[in-house]
């Protein structure tokens, strides 16, 4: 079976800091990993994915993720927030397992 | 074109009415899926088309119908709906199900059932 955690429902970052949200994952095959972006009242943007290439994958809005299988994470990172970035993400495995999101507050 | 249309936006209905939500892709993409969102909840998953034939049905109550007329197009018709039924309903699309190409969304149906 497989599964996605999502750690912490909400998090928030000062404009320009540092964007940090944790995803980790259960699966007993190679998994595909997915991230996912919802802005208010819209459908789901696809961020990046993971599907057994390189371990660092880069995706729009500068945003990039690391898969480390020896800590079974996919956490996704920005370097420098933007208010723009404010919205649910949505960690993702393979059959589209979705994890319960995480709600990013930018505070001005 | 790298985009999911679904129409209508919003749509109120009554519990007696007969309504359809209209999924369209233009990506060649041959897997295509209705899934459920709850406020504050992720995506569940509804309905799997693959190559045109229902392929995954989550045990989802008769009253939601899929239809997939053709590789572009995903219908989901509406009868007797409850009031829990209100929700935004998204529509996807992926080259095929098992690819690791991730899920096109569209912006969804926002649905409440009066």
């Known amino acids: 079976a497989q599964s996605v955690t999502q750690l912490g429902s909400h998090v928030s970052v000062s404009e320009g800091a540092l964007v940090l949200l944790r995803c980790n994952y259960s699966?007993?095959?190679?998994?595909?990993l997915f991230w996912y972006v919802q802005y208010p009242n819209q459908g789901l943007q696809l961020l990046l994915k993971?599907?057994?290439?390189?371990?660092l994958v880069k995706g729009i809005n500068g945003f990039e993720a690391e898969f480390k299988k020896s800590e079974t994470s996919f956490h996704l990172t920005k370097p420098s927030a933007h208010m723009s970035d404010a919205a649910e993400y949505f960690c993702?495995?393979?059959?589209?397992?979705f994890g319960k999101g995480t709600r990013l507050h930018i505070l001005p | 074109d790298t985009e999911v249309t679904q129409t209508p936006k919003h749509l109120v209905m009554g519990m007696t009415n007969k309504k359809s939500l209209k999924c369209e892709q233009h990506?060649?993409?041959?897997?295509m899926y209705w899934y459920k969102q709850k406020a504050k909840k992720p995506p569940e998953l509804m309905f799997v088309?693959?190559?045109?034939?229902?392929?995954i049905n989550e045990s989802v109550p008769s009253r939601f119908s899929p239809e997939c007329p053709n590789s572009s197009l995903l219908n989901l018709h509406l009868h007797a709906l409850q009031p829990e039924d209100s929700a935004l309903y998204l529509c996807?699309?992926?080259?095929?199900?098992?690819?690791?190409?991730?899920?096109?969304f569209g912006p969804g149906t926002r649905l409440l059932v009066l």
């Open positions: 996807a699309s992926s080259q095929e199900v098992a690819s690791g190409g991730g899920r096109y």
């Open positions: 699966s007993s095959v190679p998994p595909y």
């Open positions: 993971y599907t057994s290439a390189a371990t």
């Open positions: 993702a495995v393979s059959r589209i397992i």
């Open positions: 990506m060649g993409h041959r897997a």
């Open positions: 088309y693959s190559y045109e034939k229902l392929s």
